[in-house]
């Protein structure tokens, strides 16, 4: 397992992007599949996308054709960019390892969606 960091949250009104970013703090070359989730205020935490090491991808519904989900193993890093937002994509959105490379979870980065 790595140590993950989530950056590049913030807010943005309706319609609007942001791109995402995890961090890890070594290789994630050996991961197979890595991970978005997020979490909205008195929800559970939910699962957004995936990417698995070969760059094949898979979006919640709620989601689909708006997030994209990529991962640089060479940066050891895993992107996800958020386009047409929406209000109820409001939340603290986390990366992780899915299986047995899955390690603690970061502080999150804060996402909130204005109307």
């Known amino acids: 397992q790595v140590q993950l960091v989530e950056s590049g949250g913030g807010l943005v009104q309706a319609g609007g992007s942001l791109r995402l970013a995890c961090a890890a703090s070594?290789?994630?070359?050996?991961?197979?599949?890595m991970a978005w989730f997020r979490q909205a205020p008195g929800k559970q935490r939910e699962l957004v996308a995936i990417?698995?090491?070969?760059?094949?991808?898979n979006y919640a519904d709620s989601v689909k054709g708006r997030f994209t989900i990529s991962r640089d193993n060479a940066k050891n890093t895993v992107s996800l960019q958020m386009d047409s937002l929406k209000p109820e994509d409001t939340g603290v959105y986390y990366c992780?390892?899915?299986?047995?490379?899955?390690?603690?979870w970061g502080q999150g980065t804060q996402v909130t969606v204005s109307s």
């Open positions: 990417v698995r090491s070969g760059g094949g991808t």
């Open positions: 070594g290789s994630i070359s050996r991961i197979v599949v």
């Open positions: 992780n390892a899915v299986g047995p490379g899955m390690g603690p």
